[in-house]
């Protein structure tokens, strides 16, 4: 497993944006794969945005073309750049992780055995 922290969540106006962060512990030589994911009040955890330890990425239907996530190596980060908020958006958001190669999966949560403490995110329209 490896340790992760995220960071930049906050309260914004609908229409503004927000990049939450995810520190993770300096992973090996192993390939990993992360995604971001979301539960807002009285719902499931949810997927929004992964990236495969191919660096190939996917993203919810309601997230594309408003949410990016990108990883830096060197800085043992993951981001999620959020823009064009929306009430819809809120919740808390978690970092998660696992070993090797996702794609079919890279969304789905029972995948992935690291998890974040989340951040919460609000919308306010």
């Known amino acids: 497993q490896v340790q992760l922290v995220e960071s930049g969540g906050g309260s914004v106006q609908a229409g503004g944006s927000l990049t939450l962060s995810c520190k993770y512990s300096k992973l090996t030589y192993e390939k990993w794969s992360m995604a971001w994911f979301r539960q807002g009040p009285g719902e499931d955890r949810e997927g929004v945005a992964g990236i495969s330890s191919e660096n190939r990425t996917k993203y919810a239907d309601s997230v594309k073309g408003r949410f990016t996530i990108s990883k830096d190596n060197s800085e043992s980060i993951l981001f999620l750049q959020m823009s064009d908020l929306r009430p819809e958006d809120n919740g808390v958001y978690y970092c998660?992780?696992?070993?090797?190669?996702?794609?079919?999966?890279?969304?789905?949560?029972?995948?992935?055995?690291?998890w974040g403490q989340g951040t919460q995110v609000t919308v306010s329209s």
């Open positions: 998660a992780a696992r070993r090797g190669y996702l794609w079919l999966g890279l969304l789905g949560q029972g995948y992935y055995d690291s």
